[in-house]
Each structure stands twice: as structure tokens, then as C-alpha cells.
């Protein structure tokens, strides 16, 4: 057989590996795929990373792993979240006994009880029922996490802290997100007022290296610190970044990349008087961007947005609320210079209402990338408290929420352009508790605000899989809210296509490759 063929042969053997299966048709074949067609195929493999949660002794955080129900069996795989060090721990515990077999049974028992350490801090075992873990205080490391067979297709977690006192106070929300080798932070700061870090996990065997970019209202903060990060392997750093340059500015983007390797990156924002949260990246530059799930009671929206190219950008903005969309008096439009930050406080936005934010070029022939970010206040004087939304896609075939309680949820479901028809399911219960779904219409241009369904007989916590059924995109986000003290405590997490399944082009046997 000729080379030609021998690699087709591989190339096709190599496709069926990744996608779980592959079919090669014959010409003539009942049910043969045109060539250049292609099916989307559920993911085999999937991986995430949660941050350390830290800095606060007082901190309580929940992880919460969860995979949507799919049709077909599949293989049975697993899903774990674990300290990134903990493969470490157990190949040099292995090394350990093989170079030294005399040690005193003693030893042995010590080290048997450190393996216990080793093992999955979250370990999810079937799809459709959320598995959960508690861990307290501030040296609670960051996880890394692997699903593969039939839980990788749409698995996600998130980790929910809560802080009762202290700057750090606060319900810190965080989807735990895939490793990338680049991110936009819009909304960071630099202000005496506030402690922003830069949290990057390598989940590799090995290191990372990584650049920090900062811009504010001038343009470029100029640092030689944030350049060359090394990320160990199987590791997490932390990068206050108000020590990477010496000036103070309320408004700043932070801009990861890698130049070796990939990392997860989310901001831990601070601030003395609003709390803290976490600020994860906005999607990627775009001319059109949408934020959702802005809350109804919101008392202060800041819009952050950033133009990384070389064109300044002019934006229309317009709030899309219950009825439709209205441009905010005296913020109807924003400049955005090239490579400086820009930001806007939004003043009595929300008219009591939910909505979420569109960002459009003002001119449609000349549509400049940005990226953008809110930061949201609820509450007044000392019980105020701060989340962000960092424009996001649509929800797409399926995106999940995975932590949600009993009471405190509120479901953001904006359609920018067309409307949009989404069934949301309320997963079985952590503990106990029947799965409910139901069906929402969104009106073109509106944001509708729901209490979603709840599972019956909940016991514990559950998952929301939003899934699109009809009509155009549909953006959301989800709002836990967890007062406490008279504190409107909350966290907003923004909901994007889960990634569960990928295009696969088909492929079609062609025998001409052989004649010469």
C-alpha cells in the first residue's frame, strides 16, 4: 500500500480517537455523507481549573461538579477536581518506596495517611446529579480538574465562597474555566482602594510562562515585573497588580498571555467598601458584545471597555430591558481610544428593572474589536456589595450553571437580536430532589428575568442547563444571591456554550489515491 493511503488511513484512525467514533463511507453506501459534510460529536475529554479561593481565613468555599444527562451510554470515565500537586505527591510517595523498602511500618502508616490526602477533592461519578465538597480557610489550593467518557461532554464546576468579614467580605462565584493561553480582564484597578490579584493554575507537568499587560485611561502601564511569569507545573500563582506598576488608576484592563504553555487565569477583585469577587475574562474582541443579567436593584453600573487594536472604537449602548431596548440618558454612546481603557459610570440604569447591556459600532460598515466589562453594586453606605459581567457568547446548544440553592437564584435570559425559545432543566438534586424543566420565549431586544424551575423535593444544591430550542441567540447569566447581615451578598456568573460537542468533518474513502 502506498504512503498516500497509509496516511489517510491515519488520519482517519487519529479523528476517530479525539471524537469518540468516525465513520468512513463508501461510495454508494445507504446513508453515505457527502464529502466535505460534517456532525458534531460529543467531547471524550474535558478540563478545567479552579483558582485558590484564599487570602481570608474566615473564607467557607463550596465546589460543585456537575455533567448534564445525554442520550447514548458512552464509556463511564470520571471527573475529579484535585489539588494540581496531588499527582506529584503520590509519584514521589511511589519513588519514595522503591528506593527505600526498609522503612518501619510506622513510616509506612504515616505515609499511607498522606496519600489520603492525595485523593479528589470533587469526584463526580454519573451525569444529571451534582456532587459537592466544603473546604474552609485561606490555604485551600487551587484544583484541577479532568472528565472523560460520558461525564466530559458539558461538565462544569464552580466554586462559591463566602467571606462574612473583613475587605475581603463577600459570596465570591467563579466557573471554574478551561486552561487558554489568552485573556481580557476589563474592570480591574489599581486604586489604593482596592486589592486585585492576578490568579494564573498551570495544570501541566510543566512550567508555564507568562506575560501581564496592563492598560489604563492613558494607555500602556509600563512594567517589567509583569513579563516572564513562571508558572510551575501543576501550580498556582498569585500576582497582586498594583505591584506591577507605580500608578494608581480606577479603571484598568489586564491583558494574559503565555509564551510557553497554557494556564487558567481569572482577577480576585477587593475593595474596602464594595467587598470583593471574582472578575473572569471577557469574551474575545468583538464589534458586537453583550452583557447580561445586570440586577434589577442594582445601585451603581460601571461599563469598562477596552479597544486592544489599533482603531479607536465608537460603541452605541443600549440597555435591554423587560419591554425592549432604551439608551441610558447621557450615555447613549462611548469612545473608546485605541489601546486605552475607558469607563463609564452608567447612573440609574436599571429603573428597577434587570436588563443586560448591547454594545453595537455606532457606524455598522466599520466595527472595531473591544472587550468590555461591568462592575455592579448592590446595596448603600457600609452594606454594599460587588459582582461583575464580562461580555460573554450565547448559551448556544448548552451551558450550565452548577451551583444553585434552594432560594437566592435569578435566571438572565437576553435575545440581542431575533427572538429566542431555551428549555431550562433544574438538575436532581446534590442530595435529593426530581429534575424540572420548562420552556421560556424571549422577545427580540428584552431581557426576562426568571426564578427558575426548582427541583422537587431539593435536598441540597442543583444544576441549571440552559439548552437553545428555536429563533436567534440567546445570551444569560445567573445571580445567586446570599445576603447576610443585611449585606445584599451576590455573585453574577455568565453562561456560554459549554463546548460539549465538536464538529467533525466526515471523511469518505477515495480510491483514486492509489492509481498513479
Known sequence: MKSTSLSLIA????????????????????????????????????????????????????????????????????????????????????????????????????????????????????PGKPVTADVSGSD????????????APGWSAQQTTTVEAGDGRGVLGVGCTAPDTDFWFPAASTAKTREDYVNLTNPDDTAAVADIELYGPDGTLKSDVGEGITVPAGSGVRVLISTLTSKAADDVTVHVTTRTGRVGAVVRTADSKTGSDWLTASAAPAGTLVLPGIPADATSVRLVAFAPGEDDADLTVRLLGKTGPFAPVGNEDLHVK??????????????????????????????????????VVRGKGDKQEVGYIPATGPVGAQATAADNRSKGSTLSLTAPGAAGTVKVTASAGSKAGAPVSKTYKVAAGTTL?????????????????????????????????????????????????????VEVPVAEQDLSVLDD
Do not use: W
Not at 74 to 87: I, N, R, V, Y
Not at 93 to 102: G, L, T, V, W
Not at 348 to 360: D, F, I, K, V
Open 449 to 501: 428575568a426568571v426564578t427558575p424551575p426548582v427541583p422537587s423535593g431539593l435536598k441540597g444544591t442543583y444544576a441549571l442547563t440552559v439548552q437553545t430550542q428555536s429563533g436567534g441567540p440567546v445570551h444569560a447569566a445567573r445571580t445567586l444571591a446570599l445576603p447576610q447581615d443585611g449585606i445584599p451578598m451576590f455573585t453574577v456568573q455568565t453562561l456560554s456554550d459549554d463546548g460539549g460537542t
Open 338 to 375: 485605541s489601546r486605552m481603557t475607558a469607563g463609564v459610570d452608567l447612573k440609574n440604569l436599571t429603573r428597577g428593572e434587570a436588563g443586560s447591556l448591547l454594545l453595537t459600532p455606532s457606524q455598522k460598515d466599520r466595527a472595531t474589536p473591544v472587550v468590555a466589562a461591568l462592575r
Open 11 to 126: 488520519g482517519a484512525v487519529a479523528l476517530a480517537a479525539v471524537t469518540g467514533f468516525a465513520a468512513l463511507t463508501v461510495p454508494g453506501d445507504d446513508g453515505a455523507t457527502e464529502a466535505g459534510a460534517s456532525s458534531r460529536l460529543p467531547v471524550e475529554r474535558s478540563s478545567l481549573l479552579c483558582p485558590a479561593p484564599g487570602l481570608s481565613d474566615l473564607a467557607e468555599t463550596t465546589y460543585t461538579s456537575f455533567t448534564p444527562p445525554a442520550n447514548g451510554e458512552g464509556e463511564a470515565g470520571a471527573a475529579e477536581l484535585k489539588s494540581p500537586t496531588a499527582d506529584k505527591k503520590k509519584d514521589d510517595k511511589e519513588e519514595s518506596k522503591e528506593k527505600d523498602k526498609s522503612k518501619s511500618d510506622d513510616k509506612d502508616k504515616s505515609k499511607d495517611k498522606a496519600a489520603d490526602s492525595d485523593k479528589p477533592v470533587v469526584a463526580l461519578k454519573e
Open 140 to 151: 485551600a489550593p487551587a484544583l484541577v480538574g479532568t472528565a472523560t467518557g460520558r461525564l
